[in-house]
């Protein structure tokens, strides 16, 4: 049985696409929990994290984006 190989711009979204799944369940649990505290510091570190998971999804957004246009290129 012969196996197919995946290019490796689909790998590449492929796996982008995992970790931006990943980072939407950790904002939603960070929103949860932003939610259901009322510590101040507590609030702040939600607050950093929401912000840091932004940040990231922002990045793997502007990878997606490259990986595409590399696609187009090709």
Request: hydrophobic share 40%.
């Amino acid at each position: 049985m012969k196996r197919r190989k995946i290019s490796p711009i689909k790998q590449a979204k492929e796996e982008l696409m995992k970790e931006i799944e990943a980072l939407n369940q950790s904002m939603e649990i960070a929103n949860s929990n932003f939610e259901n505290v009322s510590d101040p510091d507590l609030i702040d570190s939600y607050i950093y994290e929401m912000n840091a998971i932004s940040f990231r999804y922002k990045y793997l957004i502007r990878q997606m984006r490259n990986i595409e246009a590399q696609g187009n290129v090709l």
